[in-house]
C-alpha cells in the first residue's frame, strides 16, 4: 500500500517562506499525478498544485506566482515550496496521489499558520 506523509509545515509570519515535503513509500510519483491541497478553517478543501509524471504543473489562481511544485524521483519525494505567504493561506496542507480527482492516495495533512 502506497502511504504519503507531509512533513515542513509550521509558523511563519506574513510574508515568508515554507518548503513541504510529501514523501511516498513507493514510487508512485513518477508515474502518476500529485496533487497540494489546503483546507482552510471553514472552507472547503482548495486544489492549490499539481505535478504530472511528466513534470507538467498548473496551479490555482489564489497561489500562482507565489508557490511552486516539484517532485524527486529518486527520493519519492515531491515539494511544495510556498513565497510571500499571506494569512489566509493558513490552514492543513495535505499531498495526493493518482490519476487525477479523485485522488486515491492521500497524506493526512500538516499544518500551516500563517501570522499577520
Known amino acids: 500500500q502506497v502511504h504519503l506523509v507531509e512533513s515542513g509545515g509550521g509558523l511563519v509570519q506574513a510574508g515568508g517562506s515554507l518548503r513541504l515535503s510529501c514523501a511516498a513509500s513507493?514510487?508512485?510519483?513518477?508515474?502518476?499525478?500529485t496533487a497540494w491541497y489546503r483546507q482552510a478553517p471553514g472552507k472547503p478543501r482548495e486544489l492549490l498544485a499539481e505535478?504530472?509524471?511528466?513534470?507538467?504543473?498548473n496551479y490555482g489562481d489564489s497561489v500562482k506566482g507565489r508557490f511552486t511544485i516539484s517532485r524527486d524521483n529518486a527520493k519519492n519525494t515531491v515539494y511544495l515550496q510556498m513565497n510571500r505567504l499571506k494569512p489566509e493561506d493558513t490552514g492543513v496542507y495535505s499531498c495526493?496521489?493518482?490519476?487525477?480527482?479523485?485522488?486515491?492516495?492521500w497524506g493526512l495533512g500538516t499544518q500551516v499558520t500563517v501570522s499577520s
Open positions: 495526493a496521489a493518482g490519476y487525477g480527482e479523485p485522488y486515491g492516495y
Open positions: 513507493g514510487s508512485i510519483f513518477s508515474i502518476s499525478t
Open positions: 505535478i504530472t509524471n511528466s513534470g507538467r504543473a
